[in-house]
């Protein structure tokens, strides 16, 4: 199962409603999590089964979707955010990632 | 609270082996599915190896199938990442990540990476 992310960069500013989608090569119900990754550091899990936001992540990350289409979204970006978000399926395995989108500040 | 310290990277030079380890603490090692995953650099993330949480699941990516072998030692809380027949394309980050459950789902805590660089 392949998944493509969408875009693989943007620039926003502060305050902006921000939107990456991931679309999946076949049905994967709601299998599908975000991370985040700061640059130099580990990702970090932020939605887990499309929708579900991680303990201690900001509700201004928000997930949804179901099937083949998925969206993650920043409700209102600020200059902590500026990261790659991954997308990342689990339906079977192997496991796959999507390419990533670079967030940076306009 | 988890905590994940990978060790055993370092420059190998192409076709021999290395042996990368992840020192697990703060959680029960033996209930989860435990993942190696790599990042070379400057590119996106590419999932590696599992293990099921009593090691009788295991599963790669094409890239590594037949090369690198993923096992664990819950004695000793450590999960490891066995890797033949190095090449180049090898070269990257490589981390260790829990899983949420006994198998795969989504990976909550991650370690903070071993560097591997294969070149002669």
């Known amino acids: 199962i392949q998944v493509t992310q969408s875009p693989s960069s943007l620039s926003a500013s502060v305050g902006d409603r921000v939107t990456i989608t991931c679309q999946a090569s076949?049905?994967?119900?709601?299998?599908l999590n975000w991370y985040q990754q700061k640059h130099g550091t580990a990702p970090r899990l932020l939605i887990y089964d499309a929708s579900n936001l991680e303990t201690g992540v900001p509700s201004r990350f928000s997930g949804s979707g179901t099937g083949t289409y998925f969206t993650f979204t920043i409700s209102s970006l600020q200059p902590e955010d500026v990261a790659t978000y991954y997308c990342?399926?689990?339906?079977?395995?192997?496991?796959?990632f999507g390419g990533g989108t670079k967030v940076d500040l306009k | 609270q988890v905590q994940l310290v990978e060790s055993g990277g370092g420059v190998v030079q192409p076709g021999r082996s290395l042996r990368l380890s992840c020192a697990a603490s703060g959680f029960t090692f033996s209930s989860f599915g435990m993942h190696w995953v790599r990042q070379a650099p400057g590119k996106g993330l590419e999932w590696v190896a599992v293990i099921s949480y009593d090691g009788s699941y295991r599963s790669y990516a094409d890239s590594v199938k037949g090369r690198f072998t993923i096992s664990r030692d819950d004695s000793k809380n450590t999960l490891f990442l066995q890797m033949n027949s190095l090449g180049a394309e090898d070269t990257a980050v490589y981390y260790c990540a829990k899983d949420y459950g006994a198998g795969w789902r989504y990976l909550d805590a991650w370690g903070q990476g071993t560097l591997v660089t294969v070149s002669s």
């Open positions: 076949q049905d994967i119900t709601n299998y």
């Open positions: 990342q399926h689990y339906d079977n395995v192997p496991l796959t």
